[in-house]
């Protein structure tokens, strides 16, 4: 198994696509993005129930559509004292188009009446990478934490004013780029995704 030569990545949103140019900035590829690729670029739902058929919804859509293999991701919040919602669900929370906005806004409300010794969370992540051929691998992440009720900084996106990491004082939107990127669930999914393909 080895990297190949080029690599699509499989999201048009800027947040994520600077994320991850930072995470996967080693992979010896070529990156073909939104930004630097004309396409197509097909809109592909999450029609999901599960973070894995989603991030392979993804990749398997795009490798399609470039004929270059691709890699996408899903994740989500799960918190505990909802039985692990939102979860995969968790960019549509607050309905079906919810900004992330509306959606932090929902689950503040949510967290503002739970303890805030009840309010464990994490932050779950599943790699994936397809190519056009068929086959595909993932990798998963997760990043341990809690939640607070009053949004802290401006970095970041997502839920993560209100997500706190183990062993932090700190939002995740309150931590630097590299102190997120050595413990974020996205970062571990990804790395665990980059052994996959150097073993």
């Given at each position: 198994?080895?990297?190949?030569?080029?690599?699509?990545?499989?999201?048009?949103?800027p947040?994520?696509?600077?994320?991850?140019?930072?995470?996967?900035?080693?992979?010896?590829?070529?990156?073909?993005?939104v930004?630097?690729?004309?396409?197509?670029?097909?809109?592909?739902?999450e029609p999901?129930?599960?973070?894995?058929?989603?991030?392979?919804?993804?990749?398997?859509?795009?490798?399609?559509?470039l004929?270059?293999?691709?890699?996408?991701?899903?994740?989500?919040?799960?918190?505990?004292?909802?039985?692990?919602?939102?979860?995969?669900?968790?960019?549509?929370?607050?309905?079906?188009?919810?900004?992330?906005?509306?959606?932090?806004?929902?689950?503040?409300?949510?967290?503002?009446?739970?303890?805030p010794?009840?309010?464990t969370?994490r932050?779950?992540?599943?790699?994936?990478?397809?190519?056009?051929?068929?086959?595909?691998?993932?990798?998963?992440?997760?990043?341990?934490?809690?939640?607070?009720?009053?949004?802290?900084?401006?970095?970041?996106?997502?839920?993560?004013?209100?997500?706190?990491?183990?062993?932090?004082?700190?939002?995740?939107a309150?931590?630097?780029?590299?102190?997120?990127?050595?413990?974020?669930?996205?970062?571990?999914?990804?790395?665990?995704?980059?052994?996959?393909?150097?073993?």
């Open positions: 198994m080895s990297f190949p030569a080029r690599l699509a990545i499989a999201t048009k949103n947040h994520k696509l600077r994320e991850l140019g930072r995470i996967c900035r080693d992979w010896p590829v070529e990156w073909l993005t930004e630097n690729h004309p396409g197509p670029w097909p809109d592909v739902p999901h129930d599960t973070y894995l058929d989603n991030a392979l919804e993804k990749a398997r859509a795009i490798a399609s559509a004929g270059e293999p691709a890699i996408a991701d899903d994740s989500g919040i799960e918190v505990d004292a909802l039985d692990g919602g939102p979860g995969p669900r968790s960019a549509r929370f607050a309905g079906e188009g919810a900004s992330d906005a509306e959606n932090l806004a929902k689950l503040i409300d949510v967290v503002d009446a739970i303890s010794e009840a309010r969370a932050y779950r992540c599943v790699a994936a990478i397809a190519w056009p051929n068929g086959r595909t691998m993932h990798a998963k992440g997760t990043c341990e934490g809690s939640l607070v009720a009053t949004p802290q900084g401006a970095r970041g996106f997502g839920y993560d004013p209100i997500f706190v990491p183990q062993g932090e004082r700190r939002t995740m309150e931590l630097g780029d590299e102190a997120k990127d050595r413990i974020s669930h996205r970062a571990r999914a990804f790395r665990a995704l980059a052994e996959l393909l150097s073993a």
